[in-house]
């Protein structure tokens, strides 16, 4: 009998072996990618910044308007309608949602291209708002942005969730269509690997997001979300007077 479970025993040790080292594998190639990452993360933040100047230097075009006040006016009963949620989660929500969007082959990016240029195109209406409220120019409103951009912790923990997704988006498209599918399954674990990988970053940008957000409000008075009636107006007059 102990022959028997000797045997037994030495069986499930040669078969469990195999399986370590495939994840001891994994975990090494995953740990050089994290530097791989970052050196996109970097590669991100300084394009999106860089896309964002030269956009404010543009004219806001009138069908950029009417796009952004409808894209606010459901943000706007979004928040309403989601009022006693912590900010955290949903800051969390929001940028889950465009990660895994990014995750998704072949259209993941361009999908982030898209949601990066309305970011900046938001970011832009904000700075119209801004100077002509404060009565500065807006290029130096443009600039003051981007700074602040470079400077909060949150945008690196964000950006690198989605150059994670952007990585292995291009990683295993480009496999695919060399059609080198030896290399495929071993990426795909990857693939899956980083997933709660960035989604983790994500959820640490949050919180350090809504409390950078919480000690900005505490020290503004409290207002309420204007129509999108009075937003329009206010865009109106502050490009009438640009």
């Known amino acids: 009998m102990m022959g028997e479970h000797g045997a037994v025993a030495t069986a499930s040790v040669v078969e469990e072996a195999p399986r370590a080292e495939g994840r001891s594998s994994l975990a090494r190639i995953v740990g ?18 860089a896309s964002y100047i030269l956009i404010s230097m543009t004219p806001l075009p009138q069908s950029s308007i009417d796009a952004l006040i409808s894209k606010y006016e459901q943000l706007r009963g979004l928040v309403k309608g989601l009022e006693g949620i912590p900010l955290p989660i949903l800051i969390f929500a929001n940028n889950a949602m465009v990660t895994l969007a990014a995750y998704i082959p072949f259209l993941g990016i361009a999908f982030f291209a898209s949601t990066m240029y309305w970011t900046a195109r938001v970011l832009q209406l904000v700075a119209v708002v801004t100077s002509c409220t404060l009565g500065v120019s807006k290029g130096l409103v443009s600039v003051s942005y981007a700074l602040l951009l470079l400077i909060t912790p949150h945008t690196y923990l964000e950006f690198f969730a989605y150059a994670i997704a952007l990585y292995q988006n291009a990683r295993l498209c480009y496999l695919l269509v060399k059609r080198r599918w030896g290399e495929v399954r071993q990426e795909v674990r990857i693939y899956l690997v980083s997933i709660p990988i960035a989604l983790g970053f994500l ?26 009636q009075k937003l329009h107006q206010v865009l109106q007059t502050c490009l009438h007077n640009a």
């Open 203 to 228: 959820l640490l940008g949050a919180y350090v997001e809504a409390s950078l957000i919480s000690m900005f409000t505490k020290a503004t008075p409290a207002y309420s979300l204007p129509s999108p």
């Open 32 to 49: 050089r990618r994290m530097i791989v990452w970052l050196i996109v993360d970097l590669a991100l933040v300084g394009a999106f910044i």
